[in-house]
């Protein structure tokens, strides 16, 4: 389906990256979702722990970017499960509401950098090798944020999830 939309899989994910990240709210956490309730897949909570050569990563977003085809082609009205990254390093991913969870699957984590004030993105450009693979003083920059090269794989189960400590490095 890329190849006919003359798209390649990282420009898509990129896409859908950045689709998701324009869902964030700008108020750091309170987002009415519009989202019917009765249309909601049911979600499981997810949490866990992002550090970045020793030190708890800073002014980043976990993405939790489905694993499969049909996953993807699903409809995600307000973009994929995500979650801001505290300063501690801890995380809980949410879907339709702040850590609310995400729902049944495998997915694969990606990490995307913001700026400090978590209002808007960095630009993240696939093609440029500045932006993708320099790291920043808080995070790993766009190194994990290409479903090809991501921070690692999760399924979410009908439990309680915990992704294990992401200790991601420079050059890893």
């Known amino acids: 389906m890329c190849e006919s939309l003359g ?7 990129w896409l859908a990256i950045c689709l998701t990240l324009a869902a964030l709210p700008g108020c ?17 909570p ?13 002014d980043v977003i976990v993405v939790l970017y489905p694993a499969d085809d049909e996953a993807r082609s699903e409809t995600w009205p307000l973009g994929y499960p ?13 879907t339709y509401e ?13 990490v995307v950098e913001t700026d400090a004030s978590l209002d808007e993105p960095q630009a993240m450009v696939a093609d440029s090798a500045a932006a993708t ?8 920059g766009s190194m994990y944020s290409d479903p ?16 294990p400590r992401l200790s991601l490095a420079t050059g890893s």
């Open 7 to 13: 798209m390649s899989k990282s420009a898509l994910a």
């Open 46 to 58: 997810v949490s866990g722990e992002l550090y970045f050569d020793g030190s708890p990563a800073r």
């Open 98 to 110: 702040p850590r609310d969870g995400a729902p049944l699957g495998e997915y694969l984590i990606l």
């Open 148 to 163: 090809e090269r991501p921070a690692g794989r999760f399924i979410v189960e009908a439990k309680d999830n915990e992704i």
């Open 133 to 140: 693979n320099s790291p920043s003083r808080n995070g790993p």
């Open 28 to 44: 750091g956490g309170c987002r009415d979702s519009g989202v019917d309730p009765s249309q909601r897949k049911p979600v499981y």
């Open 82 to 94: 995500r979650a801001t990254v505290r300063r501690d390093g801890s995380f809980r991913i949410g």
